[in-house]
C-alpha cells in the first residue's frame, strides 16, 4: 500500500517484483502538483527480491539529496535493506518495558560506528545485535 497524499494505493503486483520496485521509485519522483514533504513506506522489503534492496535504499537517498523532500520514513525487518544505509541514515526503534518506545541513532553507538568505519556492514551489526540496546 503506498498513499500519496491523501489517497491510498494499494500494490498487489506479487508476480512482477521490478513494478513493485518501481512504484517505490515513482512514489519518490512523484512531483504533482507539489513535492511531497513526507513519505512513509512499511516494510518495502515484502515481495522484492534481496539484491534490489540496497539499490532501493540508495535510490532512497538519491531521492533526498535531488528532491524537494523534507522526509522518508522506512520501517524494515530486513538487514539486507540495512546494510544500504549509514549508520548516520538509521534509527532503531525498541519498545520499553513501560510501553514507550526508546529511539536510538546507530552513528551513536560508537562500536557500531567503529565497525561500519572498517566495512562490516550495518545489517550484519543489526542481525548480530550489535545494536540493541539489551
Given at each position: 500500500?503506498?498513499?500519496l497524499?491523501?489517497?491510498l494505493i494499494f500494490c498487489?503486483?506479487?508476480k512482477d517484483k521490478y513494478?513493485?520496485?518501481r512504484a517505490f521509485i515513482i512514489c519518490c519522483y512523484?512531483?504533482?502538483p507539489i513535492h511531497p514533504q513526507f513519505i512513509c513506506i512499511?516494510?518495502?522489503e515484502n515481495e522484492l527480491y534481496h539484491k534490489l534492496l540496497e539499490i532501493l535504499a540508495a535510490e532512497f537517498r538519491h531521492v533526498m539529496q535531488t528532491q524537494k523532500i523534507a522526509q522518508i520514513f522506512i520501517t524494515t525487518?530486513?538487514?539486507y535493506f540495512v546494510d544500504g544505509l549509514s549508520p548516520e541514515e538509521t534509527w532503531l526503534l525498541e519498545k520499553g518495558s513501560d510501553g514507550f518506545f526508546n529511539i536510538q541513532r546507530a552513528s551513536d553507538n560508537k562500536i557500531?560506528?567503529?565497525m561500519v568505519d572498517e566495512g562490516l556492514p550495518l545489517g550484519g551489526l543489526w542481525y548480530s545485535d550489535y545494536m540493541d540496546a539489551r
Open positions: 500500500m503506498l498513499r497524499y491523501t489517497t498487489s503486483f506479487k513494478v513493485i520496485f512523484w512531483n504533482y512499511e516494510e518495502p525487518h530486513q538487514p557500531v560506528k567503529a
